[in-house]
């Protein structure tokens, strides 16, 4: 089902995962390739990999603006040869949105849970299960040789575009990234990290081993990574979440404060909406 009118507290929290998105967004291009624009005050983004980064996250336009604007977006990502992807949440002003991409040919694929949690608040530490070490990751050498529990080994563009952005968001003067891994010896187990907007942070890239998962290492993970964001003085931090993720996330603190549908549409379907 679609997600029901957003309360005054969703939208205001939904700003704090949707400003970070739309940096995150903006980092993808910069490292990946693509095109970054803005249409009507609206960020769309475009990069050669297909994903939901890919595209609008929650449109700002007003209901009179849909139209004309949505049709402007098509045009574009039919020069670029893309798919597109938009994501209807919390902030989308539009109340006429759902229904004008449903008349485009969109389809929604999934509805996404947001969640926040407020790290001004107090938050018990947790130890890492025996044997397993859990802790900040500095050295990014070690995956020339070693696949990264999230990005994978460095054997493809894509998969070397993501280790280029997250290495040099960790490394910055001013780091704009924290990387976070689980280790079994000299095994790496586990991942997590998270983006630095306006004083608050968005959590990505959250991943345990099938082998390692319900043993308590991604719990640490999490808890190792919200306990650094508060130590650097963030104030809040949002992500969203899979249906398996959901229980791990609220065991970390979090709450959920708010749904997104994502509509997409390939590139074909992009032709097709514009009458090609």
Known sequence: MPPSDPTAEERKLAKVYESCSRFYMRKKVEFAGG???????????????????????????????????LDLTLRKFNEYGAGLAVS????TKARNLREELLKRGFRCSYYVPY???DLRQKIEGTKSPKGIEVGLQADFD????????WIGPLTTKIRKDSMAMLRAGCE?????????????????????????????VGVYDV???EAYRRKGIGHALMNTLCLHAQEKGYK?????????????????????????????????????????
Not at 142 to 148: D, R, S, T, Y
Not at 178 to 200: C, E, M, W
């Open 115 to 117: 969640f926040h949690l």
């Open 88 to 91: 209807d949440g919390p902030s």
């Open 207 to 209: 991943m345990v081993k």
């Open 35 to 69: 095109w970054l624009d803005k249409i009507e005050g609206t960020q769309i983004t475009s990069s050669p990999y297909w994903d939901f980064i890919n595209g609008i996250h929650s449109p700002g336009w007003k209901d009179s603006e849909v139209e004309r604007c």
């Open 172 to 200: 910055a003067k001013k780091p704009w990234m924290y990387a976070f891994t689980a280790k079994d010896g000299d095994d790496f187990v586990g991942s997590a990290s998270y983006i630095v907007h306006r004083g608050n």
């Open 142 to 149: 070690v995956f020339k040789e070693q696949a990264h529990p």
């Open 236 to 276: 809040a931090a949002g992500l969203s979440a899979s249906s398996k993720g959901f229980g791990l996330y609220v065991k970390a603190g979090f709450r959920e404060v708010g749904r997104y549908g994502f509509y997409l549409l390939s590139k074909g379907g992009v032709r097709k909406a514009l009458g090609g």
